[in-house]
């Protein structure tokens, strides 16, 4: 259970417009476990020292301006620098308006920094997790008990899915599939913000299928994929 739900937001109108979706989110504003700061995610871990079990990171497009920044390495690195033993972190990669070498300079740019990598497609996003430690095996018995908790399994059945199997399925590419795959792909960070200036080229393009195609390129190499 959580403890506590630390939450950085940079925009204080993003919590007023909150409250017109307590429906959809629990209240989490009244929610006594919430610690809520209004700062620049950055700049809190730089002025904080503690740590956490889970960190999720949902930026923006990374074509807007300023977006950049938090799909740096520069940035990652804040985020291992803050993570509890046995923790993980969550990062956003969106497929859409995002052309496959962003992608791959995004997912690349991640797999440089936590030894321990996972993605997942959820249609028109990709999440990557990270940990320091590796990833334990999967247990059916205990993701089917947890989705059997009314919060979890209603929040989940709410974006439908079903149960423990379809969050499985969700499961795409492992560390050695992601190293593969972004080989030689340009990195993002301060001192080089590639997917700043490189991103906004797709603002009008249909990416999301090439990005698939390349997820499926992840799985069988460049050699064996067939229609």
């Not at 919430?34 to 740590?51: Q, V």
């Not at 993605?119 to 993701?143: Q, S, W």
Request: overall charge negative.
């Amino acid at each position: 259970d959580i403890e506590k739900l630390t939450t950085i937001e940079l925009e204080k109108g993003v919590l007023v417009a909150s409250r017109f979706f307590g429906d959809r989110n629990d209240q989490v504003l009244d929610n006594p476990r919430l610690d809520l700061r209004i700062d620049d995610g950055r700049n809190f871990f730089r002025l904080s020292r503690e740590t956490f079990d889970v960190i999720e990171a949902h930026p923006n497009f990374p074509s807007l301006s300023g977006s950049g920044a938090l799909f740096s390495r520069d940035f990652l690195e804040q985020c291992k620098a803050h993570l509890a033993p046995g923790g993980v972190v969550s990062h956003w990669a969106p497929l859409w308006r995002t052309r496959p070498e962003d992608w791959k300079t995004i997912v690349g740019t991640f797999a440089d920094v936590f030894p321990h990598v996972r993605l997942f497609n959820i249609g028109l996003t990709t999440i990557l997790v990270g940990r320091l430690e590796p990833f334990p095996p999967v247990d059916l018995a205990e993701l089917g008990a947890r989705f059997e908790r009314d919060a979890v399994g209603r929040s989940l059945r709410e974006v439908g899915v079903r149960g423990p199997l379809e969050v499985l399925s969700y499961y795409q590419l492992d560390d050695a599939e992601i190293r593969r795959m972004t080989e030689g792909i340009v990195r993002t960070s301060d001192d080089r913000p590639a997917i700043e200036f490189q991103a906004p080229r797709a603002a009008f393009e249909e990416t999301v299928g090439p990005n698939l195609t390349e997820i499926r390129l992840g799985w069988f190499g460049p050699t064996n994929l067939h229609d």
